[in-house]
């Protein structure tokens, strides 16, 4: 990084410092907001005489309108590279990303030759696992047609177009008949009163990738109804649960959640990271009476 460059970055970061704002969209404190603010913006944009003020007008926007940067730039950090993102699509962050970076180690049982992308937004998590594994077909869904539109975009960016598809799906049911290695999913899991407070970065992001029921596991519950029909025998679930990771362990205790240390992210409140694998194993044995969510043998 030139020192221009870290000039510009500290002088954004102070004035990002002085101001009341929330911090959740990949940045995690203002000095970070302002790396992502100002190196997102030079993705698109030379350094030039005039980069301070235009960057001037992106921190108005920032502290005024409370619009998280990535919505400024049109870029998101995430998993090691720029993915673009458009307003009204989730801006990428899921703390996945430390997994991908491990390749899922010590959960996934062997390479996957087939990946699943649940409620893919702008793709990242897909895109970000076929990058590290360069055989993997890769499918990318979502029932949000700007989420789809963007994801496809990141698979022209990063030229995956011959083994990644974005596709719109409600959950499984826009799915062929096919079984997946490795199904990632970071469905809405925000409670509505959650929601309702949540600060005004978010209200910029589409409520229907946020909020999800009075526990926040409207989706969840559907989602694992199905699941078990897709994953192979020795396949691998990895999902973002968040601040309703306990409420998922209430509602299915049965099922045996793994919720790794990561080593990047910040934790929860409750002490987590709301990040869980889980085994397709798991699925098949089914308790006596009780078959919500268990594969069929």
Known sequence: MNDGIDALIEVCADRLARES?????GGANPRSEAELLVLGFLENHPLEENTRELLDDLLQ???VRRVPSAYLTGEAWFADRWFAVR???MIPRSPIQELIRCDFWPWLRRTPETVLDMCCGTGCLGIATALRFPAARVTLV???EAALANARTNIERFRLGGRVEARRSDLFDGLDHEEFDLVLANPPYVPESEFLVLPPE???EPRHGLEAGTDGLDCWRRLLAGIGSWLRMDGLLVGESGNASSALET?????PFLWPELTRAERLADGGFGVFALEAAALTCQPEGDSRYFRQT
Do not use: K, T
């Open 21 to 25: 704002l929330a911090f959740g969209h």
């Open 61 to 63: 926007d920032r502290i």
């Open 87 to 89: 307003s009204g699509v």
């Open 142 to 144: 979502d029932i949000d």
């Open 202 to 204: 978010y209200a910029h």
């Open 251 to 255: 509602a299915f205790p049965d099922l």
